[in-house]
């Protein structure tokens, strides 16, 4: 299932058509395993339920790493569309994924090749850390060194912004 989000980050009235969008979030089942296609690669999320996530907040919206945080689902998503992953295999689903989620909020030890929010995702829900967009990127090179560019520009459009008096990408996604 995808969802389109709107752009928060345009503060002028959002049409109709996106605040029926972004009402109808709600009814997501908590629980649901949350991916949004950034520039280069997938972010991803716990939907906590009320209009909320819980995620890595890693190096998705700036170049510092973030902790695990529990954001607004237009926060998380940042103008990017979402889906919703199927993980038939799940041992923990709904409540229990939530307060698996929950229970890791504050920690600070994001590591983008062993503790990234894919990884954290897939605890919540298989109770194992695993990365599937690790992996592609380690068993297929061209594919890694893609990904590894585009963080590259994502760290120096964030400086850019930084210094331009633009709000930081943190307070974006």
């Not at 590894?148 to 760290?155: G, M, N």
Request: aromatic share 6%; proline share 4%.
């Amino acid at each position: 299932m995808n969802i389109q989000m709107p752009d928060t980050r345009d503060h002028g009235p959002q049409s109709a058509a996106a605040c029926d969008t972004a009402s109808s979030t709600i009814d997501l089942p908590i629980g649901s395993h949350l991916v949004t296609q950034r520039n280069g690669y997938e972010h991803h999320g716990i939907y906590v339920g009320n209009g909320r996530v819980v995620h890595y907040s890693g190096f998705a919206g700036s170049a510092h790493r973030g902790p695990v945080e529990e954001v607004e689902l237009t926060r998380f998503a940042a103008g990017h569309s979402l889906s919703v992953r199927a993980t038939p295999s799940a041992i923990y689903a709904g409540a229990e994924a939530v307060r698996r989620a929950r229970s890791r909020l504050g920690e600070n030890r994001y590591r983008l090749l062993t503790n990234n929010c894919e990884h954290f995702c897939a605890w919540c829900l298989l109770g194992e850390s695993r990365s599937e967009q690790v992996h592609c990127c380690l068993c297929h090179p061209r594919t890694g060194v893609r990904a590894l560019l585009c963080l590259v520009k994502a760290f120096v459009d964030s400086g850019t912004r930084n210094q331009h008096g633009v709000a930081p990408l943190a307070q974006l996604a």
